[in-house]
C-alpha cells in the first residue's frame, strides 16, 4: 500500500452508519460539503433502514475530522447513534452523494 501521495501522510478509510433522524435533514449535502472542505475523498448514501452510510478516504486528521462531523450531523439531525468500521483504503477520488 502506498501514501497514494497523500500530504501528512498515508490514507486511511473509515465507512460510518448513522442512526436517528438522519434523513430528510440535509444530512448527506452537508456531509459532501464538510468533505470537500477537509480534502476528503469517498461517498455517503441514505440505506433503506432509515441510516446514513457514508465512507471517507483521506489523510488521518481530515477522516477524524469528519467522523466528528458524523457523530453531530447538521442542525435538523438527531443523532443517535454512529458505527465505525475502519477499511482498507480502495484509492476513492472525490466526494460524491449516491442514491440509496
Known amino acids: 500500500m502506498s501514501d497514494a501521495g497523500a500530504p501528512g501522510g498515508a490514507r486511511v478509510r473509515l465507512r460510518v452508519v448513522i442512526h436517528g433522524r438522519v434523513q430528510g435533514v440535509y444530512f448527506r449535502g452537508a456531509t459532501e460539503q464538510a468533505a470537500r472542505r477537509h480534502g476528503v475523498d ?17 489523510i488521518p486528521e481530515a477522516v477524524a475530522a469528519l467522523a466528528a462531523f458524523a457523530r453531530e450531523g447538521p442542525p435538523a439531525a438527531q443523532v443517535e ?15 460524491a452523494v449516491r442514491r440509496t
Open 42 to 58: 469517498g461517498w455517503v448514501r441514505n440505506r433503506p433502514d432509515g441510516a446514513v452510510e457514508a465512507v471517507f478516504e483521506g
Open 81 to 95: 447513534r454512529v458505527e465505525e468500521t475502519h477499511e482498507t483504503p480502495r484509492g476513492e477520488r472525490g466526494f
